[in-house]
């Protein structure tokens, strides 16, 4: 456990140090952001036009800024997690890490939690619109507990997956293209499922059950459901398992 | 401290390593000499366990290094040829998340690296970023890194490339202070080097050692005779043939450049002689300067050397 808190505290702080993260984390909360500004501006509209009578204010707000968020981690991932293996690799320090007493499992960990403590404080950041809104009118917390939820299970199988992405590879251009396309292949599961789903009703049921968005969506709508968290955790483990296995391979290579 | 036992080692069908044995004894400073790609990169990779060995095994401590690796890592430091730094962060930074995954002991920690700090001279660097330091600077930080858990078994990859004539011979000082205190290989492929710093040497050519000896030992081998190249200014050939009269002279070989080179044994000095038969003849004696054998030189007695033996 020390072992890995060291390396979540080394790689926090590269992470900190680096314009990279703030460039990226800054763009994500502005497009976040806009977004939200728009769909708040829609809300006015329906409300003025119809009333708000029987309208789950919460429900219509952050659905689609869960959606959002979950959307733009596909970008936001990559750029992330691309530095953790390949930059180790490229500064020589994999040789230093690799003839210290820590372990593979404890070096996945550490740059996994760091990468993913990032994205924790990129969601604590947009607690901003909760809470401005709090001052406006009621909000259904349960609601958006679950939302948020979601939001941190999905977010940890995605950072897991960029992780094992950048495992991979020696070269951080090559680790962000490959999380690029796992992510997208995630988000294509989704839109396979409700495609083929009605030709081909087996395979259209298997895809459903792996498709990601649909599982993110029961978390905004305010259910917790146990199999959607297993799947995420269960998801999440796989790819660190995955990175695991990946690294100690590289030396066999 | 460290027993390799027919260790190879395969890449992609070609062996870079072969049948490569050797143990080292306790507070031993043992040097591996070679030329580029000879494999010692590679050999010293198979003792700190970053590669492992296609065949044979390696011991440290009595610990295996296939079986039981944490225990071994636990006991080295380990400097790659390339220093392993960080540049975001600052060298205490660095060192201290070192002294972390090293598994030092907490209480230790703060001597360790006052002591390391002061050993490599990094008193002035301290706080800087280690990205913004100069090439010696940093080998001195990848140095200082190796020594922060203080191993019983310190392994250092070319610990003196890229360094300047004052760091060299600063590095090689402090390497020799670590005599009895750690056991150490390192690696070079100049030759002065060992000669500074090691008590034995192994030299490694193609992946297989081709002699494993003490400093003595082993110029006593490869220099069984002494070299001296002559000018003269006129009567180059007569010269040669007054020379090659003198007793015990082993060969008399006109070289490049009008030079004569004359070869006798170790043991004798003709230097005297030789001048005096030049003077005698008075063909004008312009230069007269021992030669020294260079690496190359080395490689290819030893290596020659070892395919007479095999015929």
């Known amino acids: 456990m020390r072992m890995i808190l060291s390396m979540f505290r080394k790689d926090l702080k590269i992470y900190l140090l680096s314009p990279l993260a703030y460039t990226i984390v800054g763009a994500f909360l502005l497009i976040v952001g806009y977004l939200y500004i728009n769909s708040l501006a829609y809300y006015i509209l329906q409300v003025s036009r119809w009333g708000g009578y029987g309208f789950n204010a919460t429900k219509f707000l952050f659905y689609p800024l869960f959606q959002n968020v979950l959307f733009l981690l596909i970008f936001l991932v990559p750029v992330l997690t691309m530095r953790t293996f390949p930059e180790e690799e490229a500064s020589g320090t994999f040789e230093l890490l690799l003839t210290s007493p820590i372990t593979e499992f404890q070096i996945v960990m550490g740059k996994f939690l760091a990468s993913y403590f990032i994205y924790l404080i990129t969601l604590a950041i947009l607690l901003y619109i909760p809470i401005t809104l709090r001052k406006a009118g009621e909000l259904d917390i349960g609601l958006l507990i679950s939302g948020y939820v979601g939001m941190l299970l999905a977010g940890a199988a995605f950072f897991a997956a960029g992780v094992f992405a950048a495992s991979l590879t020696r070269r951080q251009a090559t680790a962000s293209m ?76 | 401290m460290v027993e390799v036992q027919e260790v190879g080692k395969e890449f992609h069908g070609r062996w870079v390593l072969r049948d490569v044995s050797f143990t080292v004894k306790e507070g031993e400073i043992l040097g591996f000499l070679g030329p580029n790609g000879a494999g ?66 907490r209480r230790e920690r703060k001597e360790r690296l006052s002591e390391v700090i002061e050993y490599c001279g990094l008193k002035d660097v301290y706080g800087r970023l280690v990205g913004n330091l100069s090439r010696g600077y940093r080998q001195r930080v990848a140095l200082a890194q190796a020594l922060i858990s203080n191993p019983d078994l310190l392994i250092l990859d070319e610990p003196t490339s890229g360094l300047d004539a004052v760091q060299i011979a600063e590095v090689r000082s402090l390497i020799r202070s670590l005599k009895g205190k750690h056991t150490v290989i390192l690696s070079t492929h100049i030759l002065p080097e060992v000669t500074a710093t090691c008590d034995r040497v192994i030299i490694i050519s193609n992946g297989k050692i081709v002699a494993e000896d003490t400093l003595e030992g082993l110029e006593a081998r490869l220099r069984p005779s002494k070299k001296v190249e002559i000018k003269v200014a006129r009567y180059r050939d007569k010269v040669c043939e007054e020379i090659s009269k003198l007793p015990s002279v082993i060969s008399v070989v006109p070289s490049r450049n009008d030079a004569i080179l004359v070869e006798y044994p170790q043991s004798l000095d003709l230097r005297e002689d030789i001048a005096r038969v030049i003077v005698n003849l008075g063909a004008g004696l312009l230069e007269l300067k021992p030669v020294s054998m260079t690496l190359e030189e080395v490689f290819l007695q030893l290596v020659t050397e070892e395919e007479a033996g095999k015929a």
């Open chain 2, 40 to 105: 010692k990169t590679t050999t010293m990779r198979i003792i700190t366990g970053y590669l492992p060995p296609s065949v044979g095994r390696v011991k440290v401590a009595g610990y295996d290094v296939t079986e039981n690796p944490l225990e071994v890592k636990k006991r080295i430091g380990y400097l790659p040829e390339s220093p392993p730094i960080y540049r975001e962060l600052t060298v205490k930074e660095y060192l201290k998340f070192v002294m972390e995954i090293k598994d030092v002991p």
């Open chain 1, 178 to 253: 490959v999380s690029f396309a796992l992510l997208l292949l995630l988000w294509f599961i989704n839109w396979a499922a409700s495609n083929l789903g009605t030709d081909y009703p087996v395979l259209g049921g298997i895809l459903w059950r792996l498709a990601i968005f649909n599982r993110v969506r029961a978390f905004s709508e305010g259910v917790i459901d146990l199999r959607n968290v297993i799947f995420f955790v269960s998801l999440t483990v796989i790819f660190l398992y995955l990175s695991v296995m990946s690294l100690a391979s590289r030396r066999w290579k």
